[in-house]
Each structure stands twice: as C-alpha cells, then as structure tokens.
C-alpha cells in the first residue's frame, strides 16, 4: 500500500484483489532470478497454530535437543477458549502425535465464555456489551482479573455483573488495604521495622498461633491449588482468610494490643505476626494480582528489607507444618460461630453489640466441647459482650428442640423409606434428638435394613424460652439472656458515649496517642451512667478527666444516645 500511495497510485491499490483466482496471475522474483508463483497444495491454516511448539524455537534449525529431548516439549499447560477445541487443541496433538508420537501438552484449561450478567452473549447489537478498558479505567485491572478468577472456574461460563467488580475491589482489595493502613499506623508510632530478634511461637499468645496456624494451613491449601490448576478455589481461600479471619476476627481482636502502652514482647509479636500474614498473602495473591500484590510487598520490604526484589521474583512460600495447629483452629472456628450465632440472636431484637448482657448457655455434648470452649471462653465473652457461659449437660427442661427431615438429603439416599423414617423423625423424643446432635447420627431399622442418618439429613430447631432467645447450628445450640438489669444498662451507655468520643477524636484529626480533657452535657437519662463509668469512659478515650457540665459552648457536638440527646466536648490536653 505504502509503495503504490507513494507513487500516487493509491486506488489502483484498492481496486487490487489478491484473493483466488487473481493472485494465481502473480508471478513474483527471488533472490536468484527464479520464478515464484503461489503453493497450490496447502495444508489446514491451523497447521500454523498447532506447529507453534516447535515454529517458535526454529525447530529443527535451532533448538532440536530442546524439542528431541523433551526440555521444551511438550508444554505443561497451555490456555485458550472452548472454541478452539476443534482447532488449536486438536491440531497440537494431531501433529505432536504424528511427528513426536506424544501429547503436545500436559495441562490445559479450556476457557469458557463471558456472558452478560443474565447468561445471554454479550453483542454491540444488543447493547449488553461490556468494554473491557472502560471497567479496567473504572476499576483497575486486579479488581477486574480477581472478579473473574474467582467468580467461576475458568472453563465454566461467566454471567458477568459489573457490581461484582464493585464489590470486590470493596470487599478484597478494600479490606487488605484498611488492614495494612491499621497496621502502618501503629507500626510508624512504634518504628516497628521488624528488627528485633523473632519473638518464639510459644511466647505468642494464642490468638497469634491462631492465625500463623490458619495461614500455613492457607499456604499448603493455595499451593494445592495452583499445583492442581484452581485458581478459583486459590482466590477465594485467600479472600476468606483476608476478610473473615486476618480483618474480621484477630485485627479486631488484637486492635488494643497496637494502642499506646509499652513497646512489649506482646505488642512485637503482635506486630510481627500481621507483618507476616500480609507479606505472605501478597506472595500468595500475586499470581492473580500483580500490580496491588506488587506495591504492597515493596511497601512491607521498603522497611522491614526482608526482600530486595519484587514479589515476582520471590521465593513462593512453603508451609511451616510445625506451626499449624489444627484442634486450634477448630476451637476457633467454634468461637466465631458461636460470636455470629450470639450476634445474629442480638439483631433478630436488635440490642447493639455495645449493650453487655449478662449470661449465655452452651449446652455441652461432650468433656472435649468443654475443653474446646473454655480455652476461647474470654474470646466469646468480648466479642459478644456477654458477662458470663453458663455450661448445660442436660437440655431437659431448659431448652425444648424441634426435629425435622430434609428431604433434599434423604431422598437421594433412602428414597423408599421415606414415609417410615418421616414418622421416625416425628416421633423422636428432646433425649433422642439430644443424642442425635452429641453422637452426630442416628440409627433407624426397617426391614432388616440399618439406616444411618447425618445431622445433614434434618433439621433441628430450637425454640426460644422466655426471657432468653435460642439458637441452633449443626451440633452447636446457644441460650442468650436478654433481660437488662440497670447496671447492664448504665455499662451500655458508657460504651455508646466512647464510640461517639473515638469518632469525634478522629473528626479532629487527633493523633491516636493524643491525651484529653473530655466534657459531657448533663441530662437525667446519662448523668448516673458517666459517673459510675467514668475511670471506664477515661481508659478507652485517653482522657485525663471527664467532667459532667451544664454548660457547652459552641464547640461542643451533639450526639444522641438511646433517643436521648445531649453534648460532648474534648480538648487535647
């Protein structure tokens, strides 16, 4: 085109049709004066594509031991879409077969298509298209690939929602960003640079070997992942361990250990375990966020200079199996879901978590649960902001529980003995569904037929008694007191007011290790409250006085608490 345009020969270019039958007409010139004219025997175009294993190495003209001797064939893994099956797919093997007599690769995964969020193809003429740059631009790219990954397996179709996108930039990446910004924070008051000499795993206090636990557990799980080809199944275990257990659960759990105080054996373990977890799951993540795994591992190594290079170059991790700790993590796993099934009974008659209650029940099923409980019982107790665990053996009379079968279990298994095992079920007395949940199964016989069932196999339910509400979750059942004294009441209001107070501090740009003079509104509702509380209030905000006034002046803000309202003032001192 280039050599016709400039010779001003432009639409004799366009009116040239190089197709069959007029390029048989073209006789070209090599290098030696021969004559060249146009191959009429040509193989498949897909020939091209399946020689790529060997065309890219200038097989055998280069590279033929590499080929010959299996060093660079055949491929681990190779990708591509659904469609290609008939093509590339085949044609790899076809000619790998007839040349190498081998496969062409040994891994593969076969890309599925992107659909619109309601499973149609996406088309300009239908206007569900989705610009992938535009959502790049809109969310970034990590956002974008992570949403993708572990939304559904790759060979699986996508039903893609631009608000899952949203959500996971929010939900993930948000939440690792809020986790490393919590621990810059305190790191930077402390200088923490991560130079002190390894605080041992027996030193750590449990919540520490708690989560170092689960994060080897995570590393030898993502690895079986990758190894297997999952990146699904990598991503999410990665983003559950972020959100639900590192943000969730011990960065909650752990906050006050960062605040103020000296700089202790406890608050460097404190700071070398949350190093480590974040460091680690940027080289766990990485693979599927490169560029924010990327700038989150150069912000950790820029101070604490473990790593000199990129986080692409480091070392994938390995798990440590003498740090992982299983009957700990279960024990933990049984705190959180006794703190979520306690928070869900506080919603279900909306009492905030800020208001203490004075008893929760735990019937036991068996000596080990006691034990199990007793090492979280502090956890459960302030998560829940509950005084007291009371332990029941026997059910009888206290709690009465409902039994029912679910039959989308059952049918598939015992689809002829439905009717017989519905009437067992329904005649199942509180003993036999209290064995039922302390043994995990029942025995049922029919016809000289033993059938065993599950707790997965029904659906036990407990009623609430009065006065308390009850809960059940698998073998798990939990009894709340909800009747509050005045002294539970006075407590929760101190609790409201040091909310309102930490917001306030933070809306005044205070330092986090700011001391104050706090000043409170009077008024009839709170006035006991604050001064029962106040050595209490004091602790919690860095005040050095709390004071009861009259009057407020202009700079005061108002704050409503339990429909009451009133003014707050602090001044640093």
Not at 391 to 400: E, F, N, W
Not at 480 to 498: C, P, S, Y
Request: proline fraction near 3%; hydrophobic fraction near 40%.
């Amino acid at each position: 085109r280039d050599y016709y345009a400039s010779r001003g020969l432009g639409d004799v270019y366009k009116r040239q049709d190089l197709h069959r039958p007029y390029v048989d007409n073209i006789i070209l010139v090599s290098s030696k004066g021969e004559k060249m004219i146009r191959e009429k025997d040509l193989i498949d175009v897909w020939f091209d594509s399946g020689a790529m294993p060997y065309a890219q190495l200038h097989y055998p003209f280069e590279h033929q031991a590499d080929i010959d001797e299996h060093r660079r064939f055949p491929a681990d893994f190779i990708a591509e879409g659904v469609d290609q099956t008939r093509g590339w797919f085949f044609t790899l093997h076809a000619i790998a077969t007839m040349a190498f007599d081998s496969v062409a690769f040994k891994n593969i995964i076969s890309n599925g298509l992107v659909l619109d969020a309601k499973g149609n193809k996406m088309s300009k003429r239908l206007g569900n298209a989705v610009d992938p740059f535009t959502t790049i631009e809109q969310f970034g790219s990590d956002p974008l690939r992570w949403y993708m990954i572990t939304n559904s397996q790759p060979w699986d179709n996508l039903k893609f929602d631009i608000a899952g996108v949203d959500e996971v930039k929010r939900k993930f990446f948000g939440t690792l960003y809020n986790t490393y910004g919590f621990f810059a924070l305190y790191a930077n008051v402390d200088h923490f640079h991560y130079a002190e000499a390894e605080i041992a795993i027996s030193e750590r206090p449990e919540i520490d070997r708690w989560i170092l636990s689960l994060l080897n557990s995570l590393i030898k799980e993502v690895t079986e992942a990758y190894e297997k080809y999952e990146p699904t199944r990598a991503g999410r275990a990665i983003q559950d361990f972020v959100i639900e257990n590192l943000s969730n659960w011990y960065v909650r759990l752990s906050r006050k250990r960062y605040w103020g105080g000296e700089y202790s054996t406890d608050k460097i373990s404190a700071y070398q375990t949350l190093y480590t977890c974040l460091e680690t799951v940027a080289l766990l993540a990485a693979p599927i966020a490169p560029f924010y795994m990327e700038q989150l591992f150069t912000d950790l190594n820029k101070v604490s200079g473990h790593y000199k290079s990129s986080v692409h170059l480091a070392q994938f991790p390995t798990a440590n199996e003498s740090l992982i700790n299983t009957q700990l993590e279960e024990r933990m796993q049984l705190a959180q879901q006794i703190s979520s099934m306690v928070l869900g009974l506080r919603r279900k008659v909306q009492i905030r978590v800020r208001q203490p209650l004075s008893k929760l029940m735990i019937p036991l099923l068996n000596e080990d649960m006691k034990h199990q409980l007793e090492a979280v019982k502090h956890i459960i107790l302030s998560e829940v902001n509950v005084k007291a665990i009371e332990y029941i053996t026997d059910t009888s009379g206290v709690l009465i529980k409902k039994i029912k079968p679910n039959f989308k279990t059952l049918g598939p298994k015992y689809g002829k003995y439905m009717k017989q095992i519905s009437a067992a079920i329904a005649g199942m007395n509180q003993n036999d569904i209290f064995q039922f949940e302390k043994k995990g199964e029942f025995q049922l016989q029919f016809d000289d037929e033993t059938l065993t069932l599950g707790l997965e196999d029904v659906e036990i339910l407990s009623e609430d008694i009065p006065g308390w509400l009850v809960a059940n979750e698998g073998k798990v059942t939990v009894a709340l007191d909800i009747n509050i004294t005045k002294e539970l009441k006075e407590e929760g209001i101190a609790r409201e007011f040091i909310n309102r107070i930490q917001n306030l501090r933070k809306e005044s740009n205070f330092d986090v290790t700011d001391k104050i003079r706090l000043y409170i509104g009077k008024h009839a509702q709170i006035n006991e409250a604050v001064e029962n509380f106040s050595t209490y209030i004091a602790s919690q905000v860095l005040a050095e006085s709390v004071n009861l006034t009259d009057t407020i002046d202009t700079n005061a803000k108002e704050v409503e608490i339990d429909d009451m309202t009133t003014y707050i003032k602090i001044e640093k001192v």
